[in-house]
């Protein structure tokens, strides 16, 4: 159900975001990052898998608005700036978001949707941006038949322009991954990659994609420390039937995890971990049989 990231009261002054949204609508327009003009931009409280809780360098939310807490969504307009969260953060979001935004305090009566909110703000034939990375197959296709139906688009985006903005990011955590004893485990990956494939064959698909990191973490019995919290790292994964890709870090990959992951029966890809080089070998899958993803995989990637 999340958590609550504790906030300064009212009395402090909310972080002025003047400039920032001034930087981001300029975006809009900018050919290097565009290809055609957009209208507006939305930006939603998730990374590139879907996670619970962000490394610092994926709070966007917080970049462009000054909001702290983990649930949220803005939408950012040529003129107007509108950002959403649930009950647990209304007080919150009041308190720490400028004047230049309107609070939607998503459940109470009388306050729009998102999807909702957008078509009747825009104008006709008006484009919005996102980064598809960052949105679920589900949350995507809400936006997409929302705004089409109202003769509007949604438009995926190759650059984040939050990040292209954010000139102080930090950089994404690459900390030390630690492979887990079978004691600890109670069972070897290499079992639980042939259980996934004995249900891949019954459905007939020719591969499982995995986003979470945590469903990583578990399926390969590693560990890491790349989310506060969280024992997990940046990774993504493809079992196939007759293979498997993992995508990791470079300097990640330390004589233990090479150690760990090294089997005859079953032999591993280690791939440089970008969304680039995930698409480009999803890509390279194309076939008549299917492929097997959850619904909450990124957009871009189906």
Known sequence: DGYIVPYKNKMTRAKNTTQILKQLRLCFANVELVEQPIDGYIVPYQDQHQSEYLAPCDRRIEYVSGFTGSSGLAIVLKKKAAFWTDGRYHLQAESQLDSN?????????????????????????????????????????????????????????AKNLVDAVWQDRPAQPANKIIPLALEYTGQSWEAKIELIREKLKSEKAKALIVTALDEIAWLFNLRGSDIDYNPVFFSFAIIGRDFVDLFLREEQVSKEVEAHLKSAEIPITLSPYSTNALVEKIRSLDGPEKLWVGSELEADEV
């Open 101 to 157: 935004w309107t609070v939607m305090k998503d459940g109470l009566a009388g306050v729009p949707k998102p999807e909702d909110w957008l078509p009747s703000t825009l104008k006709a034939n008006e484009k919005v941006g996102i980064d598809p990375f960052l949105f679920s197959k589900k949350q995507y296709e809400k936006f997409h038949k929302a705004l089409k139906a109202a003769g509007n688009e949604l438009v995926p985006l």
